[in-house]
C-alpha cells in the first residue's frame, strides 16, 4: 500500500515512516498540508 | 348742671344715669342733643354740657361712622331698640371707638318723644385686640421665615400705631456683646440711627445702651437731666426727642440680646398700658432674633458641612435601605467612572459587578448589627487601568446608608511595587504564565513521547526481520534516546520555570534563553498560528544574569506580542526576535504585527495592573521591568513605523 504521512514534527514523522515501511508499506512523508498538496500536482 | 327741660325719668333713674360710667345722652326728634351725663362730658373731654347741648348728635360722626348712627337713629324713631360700634374723636382729638345703643323713649300718650343714647368707650378693648392681631401678624411673618429686618420693623410699626406721638426703635446687641448694631427703626432720623450705630453699652449710654448693659429697664421721663444721656444729651436734643423708654430684648436663656426703645419729644413717664405694651414689643421682638440667630446658625452649619464636603476627595453615596442610589456626591465628577445618570435611581448590585456588589451588601447587612461603620475593599477595571478602592458604609437618616469611597489604587500600587520586588510575586506570575500555556506544553511533551513510543514498535518490527538490520535498529534506538532527552529538556524547563527561588545569577548566553523560550511556547505559537523568525547572531551573548528570571521576560514579552497578533490576520502574525551587541550591552527586540500601543501609554504599560490584555493581571510588564532592572539594565516599549510593537531589553554585557 502507498501511504502518506504528513506531521510537523520531524521525529514524529522519521518514527512513522520507520514503522510503516518495517510493516510493508510505501510511504512518502510531508511536513504539512501545503507540502502535501503540493506534491499531489 | 344745666336743668332738664321736662325730666322724663323717676328720681332714680336720674341718680343712675349721673353715676354712669357710660356717655348718656338725650336727644330729640331732631337729632339735637338735649341731655348730656357727667361721665359724657369728661369722655368727650368737654368743659361742660353746653358745650354739646342743642347740636346735631349725628354731625359728631364722618362718613360710614355716620352713616352707622343715622340706620341707629331711624330705627329707634321707629321704636326698635339699635346699636352699632363707631369710630369719633372728643373734643380735644382724642381718637375712640365707642359702643352705642339708641333706645327710643315714648311720652305718656306711648309716641316716641326722645331718643337715649348710651355711649361706651371700648378704645382700650378696640386697641388691646387689634394689637393681639399685630402681634399674631408678626409671630406669622416669624414662623413663615420673613427677614429679621422685616419682623423687627413690623414690631415698631405695631406698637408705634398704637401710642400717640410715640417713636420706637429696636437696636441689636453685637455678637460681642459690647456694641449696638442697627435693628429696625423706621421712623428714628437716619443720622439719629447712623450716630448710635456701634455705640458701646454701659452703665451711662443713653436709655438703650443702659438697658442692655444693667439687663433690666430703663425708664427716662427727661433727657436733660438724667445723667444716663450725658454722653448722648446733645444727639437727643439735636433730634427732638425728650423721654426715651428702654426694656432688654432677652433671650430664652436670659441673654440680652436688644432693646426695645420708645421715644417721646416730651418729658414724660409712662402709663401700665405702655409698659404692658413695651413688654409684648421686646418679647416678640426676642423670637425673632432668637429665630433668625437659630437659622443662621443652621445655615453657618451646613456651610461648614458643605466646605468640609468640598475638601475631601473622597466619593460619597447615599443608599436608601434596599441598596437604591439616591444621591452622591464627588469633588471630580470624572473619578465616578460612570456618568451619575448611570446609577442614580439603580440599586448598587444592578451598576457593580457581582464580585463588588457581594461585598457592599454584607457591609450592609453588618453595620445595621453593629451600628458601626464597615470597611470594604474592592476593585473595579472600567479601562485598561484597575482601580482600586476603600469604601466606608455606616447607615445615616434613619434607614438609609452612607457609603464614603476612597481611591487607594496609589496605595495599591506602591504595595504592589514593593511585592513585585520580591520574588514570591515573579514566581506567581511565572506559574500564571505557564498555566496558561499549559495546553501548549503537553503537545510539546507529547511529541517526544510519541515519537520514542512509534519508534519502539519499528524496532520490535525490524527484529522480526531475518537477517536483522542491525544498522536500522541502531538509527532507531538512538531517535528513542534523542526523543527522550527531548521530552526531558521540556520537563527541566518547565521544573525551572515553576521553582520558587532564583535569584542566582550566572554567567549566560542570552541566546540559549532565547532558544529554551522559543522552544518551549512552540506548540503555543503554532496554535495561535503565529509565525517566529530570528535574527541571532552565531557568537555567544554573554551576561551575567539569572536564566529563569530572563526566561520569564522573554516568555512574557513574546505571549503579550502574540495577543496582540490575535486580531489581525494570519499572514500577518510575525514574531521577529532580535539579539545582539550594542555600546557595551546585550539587546534583546522582540517585534509583533500587532494593534500596537496609545502612543501615552508606551511608559505605563510597565506600570503595575495596566493591561491590555483580555485576562491578564497586568502584572507581566511590571514584573519585567523589575527583573530587568535587577540585571541592571533597561526595557523600553515603541510603536513600529508601519504596525506593531517593539519590546527592547538592554542588558550589561558580561566582562566589558
Known amino acids: 500500500m502507498k501511504l502518506a504521512v504528513v506531521d510537523d514534527d520531524a521525529d514524529v514523522r522519521t518514527a512513522i515512516n520507520r514503522l510503516l515501511r518495517a510493516l510493508g508499506h510505501e510511504v512518502s512523508l510531508f511536513a504539512s498540508a501545503e507540502e502535501f498538496t503540493v506534491a499531489r500536482r | ?656
Not at chain 2, 166 to 173: E, G, T
Not at chain 2, 494 to 506: I, M, V
Request: charged fraction near 25%; aromatic fraction near 6%; glycine fraction near 8%.
Open chain 2, 1 to 656: 348742671m344745666t336743668p332738664m327741660t321736662q325730666p322724663p325719668f323717676e328720681h332714680l333713674g336720674r341718680h343712675l344715669i349721673e353715676a354712669s360710667s357710660d356717655c348718656v345722652k338725650l336727644l330729640d326728634l331732631d337729632g339735637r342733643v338735649v341731655y348730656l351725663n357727667a361721665a359724657g362730658i369728661e369722655l368727650l373731654d368737654l368743659c361742660g354740657s353746653q358745650d354739646l347741648l342743642g347740636r346735631s348728635w349725628l354731625a359728631l360722626w364722618e362718613g360710614e361712622h355716620q352713616a352707622a348712627a343715622r340706620q341707629a337713629v331711624n330705627r329707634a324713631k321707629v321704636g326698635q331698640r339699635a346699636s352699632f360700634e363707631g369710630f369719633c374723636r372728643t373734643a380735644a382729638g382724642v381718637a375712640k371707638w365707642w359702643d352705642v345703643v339708641v333706645t327710643p323713649i315714648t311720652n305718656d300718650s306711648g309716641a316716641i318723644a326722645q331718643l337715649l343714647i348710651v355711649s361706651r368707650d371700648i378704645t382700650e378693648r378696640r386697641r388691646d385686640a387689634d394689637f393681639r392681631a399685630g402681634q399674631h401678624a408678626v409671630l406669622e411673618m416669624i414662623a413663615t421665615g420673613a427677614s429679621l429686618d422685616a419682623v423687627l420693623t413690623r414690631v415698631v410699626r405695631l406698637v408705634e400705631d398704637h401710642s400717640d406721638g410715640m417713636l420706637c426703635s429696636i437696636v441689636l446687641l453685637d455678637e460681642d456683646g459690647i456694641h449696638l448694631r442697627r435693628g429696625a427703626a423706621p421712623s428714628l432720623p437716619e443720622a439719629y440711627n447712623a450716630a448710635i450705630e456701634g455705640a458701646p453699652i454701659g452703665p451711662r449710654a443713653g436709655s438703650c445702651g443702659t438697658a442692655m448693659y444693667l439687663g433690666r429697664q430703663v425708664i427716662v421721663t427727661d433727657v436733660l437731666v438724667d445723667p444716663v444721656w450725658e454722653a448722648y444729651r446733645a444727639l437727643a436734643v439735636a433730634h427732638g426727642f425728650r423721654a426715651c423708654w428702654s426694656t432688654p430684648i432677652m433671650s430664652s436663656q436670659k441673654k440680652v440680646l436688644g432693646s426695645f426703645a420708645m421715644y417721646y419729644s416730651q418729658p414724660r413717664a409712662p402709663v401700665p398700658a405702655e409698659l404692658r405694651m413695651v413688654d409684648i414689643a421686646a418679647n416678640i421682638s426676642g423670637i425673632a432674633i432668637e429665630h433668625q440667630q437659630a437659622q443662621e446658625a443652621l445655615r453657618h452649619s451646613e456651610e461648614r458641612n458643605r466646605a468640609i464636603l468640598r475638601a475631601i476627595p473622597d466619593l460619597m453615596f447615599i443608599l436608601s435601605a434596599d441598596g437604591v442610589y439616591l444621591d452622591y456626591y464627588a469633588q471630580d465628577p470624572s473619578s465616578l467612572l460612570v456618568p451619575p445618570d448611570h446609577f442614580l435611581g439603580k440599586a448598587f448590585s444592578e451598576v457593580l459587578p457581582p464580585a463588588v456588589a457581594g461585598p457592599i451588601a454584607d457591609a450592609m447587612a453588618g453595620t445595621l448589627v453593629s451600628g458601626e461603620p464597615e470597611r470594604i475593599e474592592f476593585s473595579l477595571e472600567p479601562g485598561h487601568v484597575r482601580q482600586f478602592y476603600e469604601a466606608f458604609v455606616v447607615r445615616c437618616d434613619g434607614d438609609k446608608f452612607l457609603s464614603i469611597v476612597r481611591d487607594i489604587t496609589d496605595r495599591k500600587r506602591a504595595e504592589m511595587d514593593a511585592a513585585i520586588q520580591s520574588r514570591e510575586l515573579a514566581h506567581l506570575s511565572r506559574v500564571t504564565t505557564l498555566g496558561e500555556l499549559s495546553g501548549a506544553i503537553a503537545h510539546e511533551l507529547s511529541q517526544p513521547m510519541a515519537a520514542i513510543l512509534i519508534n519502539a514498535q519499528a524496532a520490535r518490527r525490524l527484529l522480526s526481520r531475518d537477517p536483522v538490520d542491525l544498522n536500522e535498529l541502531r538509527e532507531v534506538l538512538d531517535d528513542i534516546i534523542a526523543n527522550d532527552k527531548r521530552a526531558g529538556a521540556v520537563i527541566e524547563r518547565l521544573r525551572a520555570l515553576l521553582k520558587k527561588g532564583g535569584g542566582t545569577f550566572e554567567p549566560l548566553d542570552l541566546n540559549d534563553v532565547v532558544n529554551d523560550v522559543l522552544a518551549l511556547t512552540r506548540s503555543e505559537l503554532l496554535a495561535r498560528r503565529v509565525s517566529v523568525r530570528t535574527h541571532l547572531p552565531s557568537s555567544a551573548l554573554p551576561v551575567l544574569g539569572d536564566r529563569v528570571q530572563l526566561q520569564q521576560v522573554l516568555l512574557n514579552l513574546v505571549l503579550n506580542a502574540c495577543e496582540s497578533m490575535s486580531v489581525v490576520d494570519v499572514d500577518e502574525r510575525l514574531l521577529t526576535v532580535t539579539t545582539g551587541i550594542e555600546n557595551g550591552f546585550v539587546s534583546m527586540a522582540v517585534a509583533d504585527r500587532g494593534v500596537g500601543i496609545p502612543d501615552d501609554q508606551l511608559t505605563a504599560v510597565f506600570e503595575p495592573f495596566v493591561t491590555f490584555r483580555e485576562r491578564g493581571l497586568g502584572l507581566g510588564l511590571a514584573i519585567s521591568r523589575s527583573i530587568v532592572i535587577a540585571h541592571g539594565g533597561q526595557i523600553e516599549a515603541r510603536n513600529n513605523i508601519d504596525r506593531g510593537a517593539t519590546f527592547t531589553c538592554a542588558l550589561p554585557l558580561r566582562g566589558a
